[in-house]
């Protein structure tokens, strides 16, 4: 059985920072690039950031570039997203998911959310102002 579960989120004050944490299982984790969505109330859900298989490559939104930092280790089949300087507009639901994607990065794929194979539940990340 597959499963995506999602930790680390929670309330915290602009320019904090927050980790979140996301255990995989039920398939090979090395075959799958794995990506952070979110989405906040009345919008869709957007990218924010992808890992190559490896964890060689990474992608990100432009909103989060030089604040989030993807990771993952592929020893214990979890991937992390280190959110700094969190700002309001960050507020959302978070969700990991993974796309079976091992070619050449970076790829308009990532981006798609309907590439990504299996997603988990999602934790709320809430940032006050």
């Known amino acids: 059985q597959v499963q995506l579960v999602e930790s680390g989120g929670g309330l915290v004050q602009a320019g904090n920072s927050l980790r979140l944490s996301c255990a995989a299982s039920?398939?090979?984790?090395?075959?799958?690039?794995m990506g952070w969505f979110r989405q906040a109330p009345g919008k869709e859900r957007e990218f924010v950031a992808a890992?190559?298989?490896?964890?060689?490559?990474?992608s990100y939104v432009d909103s989060v570039k030089g604040r989030f930092a993807i990771s993952r280790d592929n020893a214990k089949n979890a991937v992390y997203l280190q959110m700094n300087s969190l700002k309001p507009e960050d507020t959302a639901v978070y969700y990991c998911?993974?796309?079976?994607?091992?070619?050449?990065?970076?790829?308009?794929?990532?981006?798609?959310?309907?590439?990504?194979?299996?997603w988990g539940r999602g934790t709320q990340v809430t940032i006050s102002s």
């Open positions: 890992i190559s298989w490896s964890g060689g490559s990474t």
């Open positions: 998911a993974a796309d079976r994607y091992v070619g050449s990065w970076p790829s308009s794929r990532l981006l798609n959310n309907r590439e990504y194979e299996y």
């Open positions: 039920g398939f090979t984790f090395t075959e799958y690039a």
